[in-house]
């Protein structure tokens, strides 16, 4: 595998994390309504930690959570990717995700994104299938997984044990194969 630490398409640049981002990032995550699906918001040192995590392993890996951009105005709006399932879930295998900030919703960039780490992930990866997890209740994010191509059988749903008990626990997998090639 070649090591790529950006992705294209045609509105959005998916980048290793700046110094810039880290404080679009921190307003992100200390925002209710953006972590509403979440246990609850971070403070400034986890936000800070998490950037540390994820560029730490975009320069090992070449690949993982990617800081989201808009091409045209270099503004930050969030984070997409790719990333091992944790071990506490008994789920496996690479799950993509995404997380914009509210200015950005409702613009097409999470499924925009999220097809360009697919293809990422099955192209250059070559990963036999791809999977993504969120919270029963979080029907935006299932609405881009379906977007995406992605199917949910609801016998791989679970209880996420590194959640509290409530409503965010019970969630949902969808899964998506590699494309035959033709």
Request: proline share 8%.
């Amino acid at each position: 595998m070649t090591e790529k630490t950006e992705l294209r398409t045609d509105r959005l640049l998916l980048r290793g994390w700046r110094e810039s981002d880290l404080a679009p990032w921190a307003a992100m995550n200390a925002d209710p309504e953006v972590r509403r699906y979440f246990p609850g918001v971070l403070t400034q040192e986890e936000s800070d930690a998490s950037v540390a995590r994820f560029q730490r392993d975009l320069q090992t890996r070449g690949w993982g959570w990617w800081a989201v951009e808009v091409r045209e105005t270099g503004e930050f709006v969030g984070f997409t990717g790719l990333d091992p399932v944790e071990d506490e879930l008994p789920v496996t295998g690479v799950e993509a995700g995404w997380r914009l900030a509210r200015s950005a919703w409702g613009r097409g960039y999470a499924t925009e994104a999220g097809r360009a780490v697919l293809e990422f992930g099955f192209d250059s990866l070559d990963l036999p299938e791809i999977v993504a997890i969120t919270t029963a209740t979080n029907l935006p994010s299932q609405a881009v997984m379906r977007r995406l191509g992605m199917t949910r059988d609801p016998a791989d749903d679970f209880d996420d044990p590194t959640v509290p008990p409530g409503p965010l626990r019970p969630s949902v997998v969808y899964r998506r194969s590699r494309p035959l090639s033709g």
